[in-house]
């Protein structure tokens, strides 16, 4: 007498459900998932430009001036020959760059404040909206 063995298992048609529901669950939640990190990147933007505000603060308190756009932002870690610095005035003795890898951009005098200090947004380029947004020390 033969004993039967059940075979378990999955059939190919639960197969193809359970990629097609896993397909709409990812095309439905990625888009929200992606735009939050979007918005964490702006967040940081916002963050590190504030740090660079606070950081020409104590620059100029110390030194009776601002860098010129030709010093940059680098003055706030290398003195450039200005009697009363006392820095670096950033925490990791470095300029970082924007979320998005780029330099931020420095301009004394500026044209929106006192001195401008800006990022280009995702796209790298003026203007844009949404990510693609302009972000400075004006807009905070």
């Known amino acids: 007498m033969r004993i039967k063995r059940s075979e378990t298992g999955f059939t190919l048609v639960e197969l193809l459900v359970v990629l097609a529901i ?5 095309g439905l939640v990625g888009p929200k998932v992606l ?3 979007g918005g964490a990147k702006t967040k940081t933007a ?24 030709d010093q940059g932002l680098e003055a706030l870690v290398e003195n450039p020959g200005v009697d009363g610095w006392n820095g670096p005035y950033l925490r990791r003795n470095e300029i970082p760059q924007d979320p998005w890898k780029r330099e931020y951009l420095y301009q004394y005098p500026g044209d929106h404040a ?14 844009g909206d949404g990510e693609d947004a302009d972000l400075g020390n004006w807009q905070l």
């Open 22 to 26: 896993i397909g709409l669950l990812a």
């Open 114 to 127: 006192d001195f401008d200090v800006q990022s280009l947004g995702s796209d790298g380029k003026a203007g």
């Open 35 to 37: 735009n939050q990190l």
């Open 46 to 69: 916002k963050v590190q430009i504030s740090d660079f505000e606070q950081a020409l603060e104590v620059y100029m308190l110390d030194t009776g001036k601002l860098p010129t756009t």
